[in-house]
T-cell receptor, first 111, second 115 residues
Framework: EDQVTQSPEALRLQEGESSSLNCSYT??????LFWYRQDPGKGPEFLFT???AGEEKEKERLKATLTKKESFLHITAPKPEDSATYLC????????????FGRGTSLIVHP | DTGVSQDPRHKITKRGQNVTFRCDPI?????LYWYRQTLGQGPEFLTY????????KSRLLSDRFSAERPKGSFSTLEIQRTEQGDSAMYLC?????????????FGPGTRLLVL
């Protein structure tokens, strides 16, 4: 069974204070690892898909990296508008390709 | 295209009533997923369709839940005889399966409250 563990559960940063969110996973053959941002009361918003170890993707202040066991979402010089819950999900080749989501990291960036 | 849409956005019902939610996917997407999300949790898979065929159901999906996707377009999720434990956000996502690559895009969700 695929598993995803995200840490920390919650993170408070000052504006401009860079940090990283972790997503540890176990999967029977990685088909894709996904990062989403979710604002309260809204659906998840797609950020990145990573397919193989060593891959990196960037978007504005966010950078996602992938190894064979974990992924990091690096946030550089965050702003208050980056406050949200960040979800990680994995999709494996075993079975029916159903994604498994972690519980998310709740990020609050203080001005 | 404006993305995945869901209707209604909010639903309050009394225990024992039936409710139906609708999801309109991104037009060229061939897969459609339903998830349930409760506070502090990630989305939990319920069921998915490849075109009009329902290919997988989670064990979370009791007999009171049914989903359809007629003609491979929009989808409906019905919950019969609602219970207070059904209160949650119901999310729909769609994707285009390209063999080795598939990214799901989510709708805004339908928040259900069962009194």
């Amino acid at each position: 069974e695929d598993q995803v563990t995200q840490s920390p559960e919650a993170l408070r940063l000052q504006e401009g204070e860079s940090s990283s969110l972790n997503c540890s996973y176990t999967v029977s053959g990685l088909r894709g690892l996904f990062w989403y941002r979710q604002d309260p009361g809204k659906g998840p918003e797609f950020l990145f898909t990573l397919y193989s170890a060593g891959e990196e993707k960037e978007k504005e202040r966010l950078k996602a990296t992938l190894t064979k066991k974990e992924s990091f979402l690096h946030i550089t010089a965050p702003k208050p508008e980056d406050s949200a819950t960040y979800l990680c999900a994995v999709q494996g080749y075993g079975g029916s390709y159903i994604p498994t989501f972690g519980r998310g990291t709740s990020l609050i960036v203080h001005p | 295209d404006t993305g995945v849409s869901q209707d209604p956005r909010h639903k309050i019902t009394k225990r024992g009533q039936n409710v139906t939610f609708r999801c309109d996917p991104i037009s060229e997407h061939n897969r459609l997923y339903w998830y349930r999300q409760t506070l502090g949790q990630g989305p939990e898979f319920l069921t998915y369709f490849q075109n009009e065929a329902q290919l997988e159901k989670s064990r979370l999906l009791s007999d009171r839940f049914s989903a359809e996707r007629p003609k491979g377009s929009f989808s409906t999720l019905e919950i019969q005889r609602t219970e207070q434990g059904d209160s949650a956000m119901y999310l729909c996502a769609s994707s285009l399966d390209l063999g080795d690559q598939e990214t799901q895009y989510f709708g805004p969700g339908t928040r259900l409250l069962v009194l």
